[in-house]
């Protein structure tokens, strides 16, 4: 059971983008009560929760990222999106979705570079 992420890129800063996460080989019954999670880690520093949502759709995010960012899932498809908006060259990260308790790997993540 792992995550795959996509939908990253190069963006403008200003700009957005929109990540989508998969969770392949799990079954419903698992991934719809698991709160789940959006990480990044930046180059040289340490992976970081910055977005969350859990089974009843409650979010809450890191204070770098609120009012930018919007988490939610759907679970008929097992999946978790990252709406990302305001994007700065902070932003700038591998992104990767996760179990809030993991799933057994973690994907390979999706880069986002924010850039001029």
């Known amino acids: 059971v792992y995550p795959v992420e996509s939908g990253g890129g190069l963006v403008q800063p200003g700009g957005s983008l929109r990540l989508s996460c998969r969770v392949s080989?799990?079954?419903?019954?698992?991934?719809?009560?698991?709160?789940m999670g959006w990480y990044r880690q930046a180059p040289g520093k340490e992976r970081e929760l910055v977005a969350r949502i859990n089974s009843r759709g409650v979010t809450d995010y890191a204070d770098s990222v609120k009012d930018r960012f919007i988490i939610s899932r759907e679970n008929a498809r097992k999946s978790v999106y990252l709406q990302m908006n305001s994007l700065k060259p902070e932003d700038t990260a591998v992104y990767y979705c996760?179990?809030?308790?993991?799933?057994?790997?973690w994907g390979q993540g999706t880069q986002v570079t924010v850039s001029s």
């Open positions: 996760q179990g809030i308790i993991p799933f057994d790997s």
């Open positions: 080989g799990v079954i419903t019954s698992v991934f719809n009560p698991r709160d």
